[in-house]
Every structure is written in structure tokens, then in C-alpha cells.
């Protein structure tokens, strides 16, 4: 792996969408596409502030799209892919195999990448996007506010799954992640861990269910292992709670202080399909 490109999500319409998430955290539209003769989903990519990393919306451009086959299983609009550059495309595929997966879809050229996936079914619930460019992206301007929210940064993505142990040898054998910490939340009955993805300021967390009425296993339950959030510091908790409600908003759970980190989230259902949670660095935290 070289870096993180972007995350990825399927809307229902990618305007409208990419609206929300620029009004809402900042997210900075940068440019769209239509589907090609060779493609039926159109999209657009929006720049992250603080993360150098972009968010990609796509939607389907005919009913039978693999993007709208995934709105009718997931009930709507969510995370879909997260995509990487590697250095060389067909070591990439070669070391996939080697591995003992194979690469979805093998090796595609769509104009402006050479790109392979390795599938959900592989990786334990997420879309790979493994890709090197033709040549390098234009400059463009960069400069993503914070939205609503006052959004600083996004700090990682998240994963729910069933046996965490598996999905750590996972990441550290296939893209060289290192585990970074560990911790468990009797009260919410899940445990989970941090790791550090190579290249990149994004992390990678992976939470498991400890008993059954906990909320990732209900996320599990009723979806399946995969992305569950994506996680962004703001600059004021109190603050962001504050601006969504003026946007009409009720923050989900409230403003949650544990004693370590004060916390809200923003539900899928005022996002547009994906729920971010919104929290503030404590004060020994910051620089």
C-alpha cells in the first residue's frame, strides 16, 4: 500500500448528497463524472480537511446498477469501498493471490486507472479498491473547510466483525497495519482495536461484540461485518451539537462524556446513510 485514496459511499443521487456532507462537515466538492458506455453508476469526490484523504459519493445511473443493487440490500445510502493506491498493480494482484484471495474482477483499465478489488468475502466485510494512476492528479484547490460541525480532521474508519483476532492478522498481513492499541467497553459489550495504516493519517479501527444485545451486534445482525462509522474530531463537541441542531438536526445520543473523550454522532438517517461520529480531543491531547 502507498496511501489511502478515498472512502466511498452509494446514494441514491450523488448532487444532492455531496451537498449534505459539504453543508454538514466541510467535505469540498472537487469534481463529478457521468457513467461511460462502459460503467452505469456517476459520482463526484470531495476533499477531507485535515486527513488528506477524499470521500467519494456514487449512485446508480440505471436501475440495474450495482450501486442501486446495493441501495435495495442496504436499505439505502452507506459506506461502500474504501480505495488505495499501491506502487506496482500487478504485484498487487500477484501478492493478492499468493495470499490465497484472488482478485475481483482481475486487472481493469477504465481510462485514468489500473485497478482490482479484493471483495468482502476475502477481507472479512469490506471493498477494496487497489488502483495506480496513469499519471498524476491534477493540482487542485484543497482548501476543505469545516462545514457545520467545524470538522478538523476524520480520525479513522470503523469495522464491526466477529472475531477481531482474524481481522488484525488480517490488515498486518495484507496491507501492513500495525496495531496501535487495544480496549474494551464492558458497559456497551464490545471490545475493539486501533491500528496504524501505512502512508496515511487515517486509521483503522475494528470493534467486536462481547454479548448479544450489543449495538454492533445488532449492526451485525441486521446488516453484516463491515463498515460500521467513520469517526472525525470537531473542534467543540458542544459546538457541532449546537450547529446541527440549527441545521435541524438532533444529535444522536446526545453529547456523551466518558471522562476521557466527550463525544456525539450525526445518525444515517440526517447523513444520508452513514453515521459519523463527532469528537473532541481532550485537552492533553492537543499540541
Known sequence: MKRVDHISMAAPAWQPQAEILEKLLGFKFLHSWKAGPHSDFDGSVSQVRGTEIEFEVISPSRPDSFVQKYLDQNGGGGLHHITVEVHDIHEAAAEIERLGM??????????MWHLTYVHPKDSGGILWQLFVAHKPAPEADRNAGGGAVNLQRVDH??????????????????????????????Y???????????????????????????????????????????????????????????????PFGGIIDNGWKKHTFLHPKDSGGVLFQLFEEPPAARP
Not at 464491526?160 to 496501535?180: H, P
Not at 441486521?222 to 467543540?236: F, I, L, N, P
Open 102 to 111: 484472488k482478485p475481483f474482477g482481475g486487472i481493469q483499465n477504465d481510462g
Open 157 to 186: 474508519v470503523s469495522m464491526a466483525v466477529t472475531d477481531i483476532e482474524r481481522q488484525i492478522e488480517w490488515q498486518q498481513r495484507v496491507f501492513g497495519c500495525e496495531l496501535e492499541g487495544r480496549w474494551e467497553e464492558e
Open 188 to 250: 456497551l459489550g464490545y471490545h475493539g482495536a486501533i491500528m496504524r495504516i501505512p502512508g496515511s493519517l487515517l486509521k483503522f479501527e475494528i470493534i467486536q461484540p462481547s454479548r448479544s444485545d450489543s449495538f454492533v451486534q445488532k449492526f451485525i445482525d441486521t446488516k453484516r461485518q463491515g463498515m460500521h462509522h467513520v469517526c472525525c474530531e470537531v473542534a467543540s463537541v458542544e459546538e457541532a451539537a449546537a450547529a446541527l441542531r440549527a441545521n435541524g438536526i438532533e
